[in-house]
């Protein structure tokens, strides 16, 4: 019972010592690498949100059996209700940032440097604070 988490990078993690999971949720947009700490005719849960050259070997799906499962939270919503859950959410962080959320949960960037902020964000040098509130306007 309960939940193992397992940094891919630990020496001792499940995977290299061949133990599988029956049910393996990555959520960090690396699914090959936890697709080998699968069982066979487990379930592979897609969090993370992979770059988009990522792939799946299909024929290692196929034989194993596992069944891979897209967990996005907005999955089989359109663009106008995507819009309105980023509303709706943002709009209660926006209530709540300066009176409730310690201000060294916020990172606050400027339009003209979410271009770098992307690039760090995606080359793994992600800012600690878990909120990044970009300054641009709709």
Do not use: K, N
Not at 23 to 30: L, P
Not at 89 to 117: F, K, M, N, S
Request: include cysteine.
């Amino acid at each position: 019972p309960g939940v193992t988490v397992c940094p891919a990078t630990s020496p001792d993690r499940p995977g290299s010592a061949g133990r599988r999971w029956p049910v393996v949720i990555d959520c960090v947009g690396r699914p090959e690498q936890a697709l080998a700490l699968v069982a066979p005719g487990g379930v592979l849960g897609l969090l993370g949100t992979p770059e988009e050259t990522v792939t799946l070997p299909a024929a290692d799906v196929h034989r194993s059996g596992v069944v891979a499962v897209g967990m996005h939270e907005l999955a089989g919503t359109g663009a106008t209700a995507r819009r309105l859950v980023f509303r709706e959410i943002l709009t209660w962080v926006g209530a709540r940032i300066e009176r409730e959320i310690p201000q060294t949960w916020c990172l606050r960037v400027p339009a003209e440097h979410t271009v770098d902020l992307y690039h760090r964000v995606f080359g793994q040098r992600r800012p600690p604070q878990p909120f990044l509130i970009l300054g641009c306007s709709s």
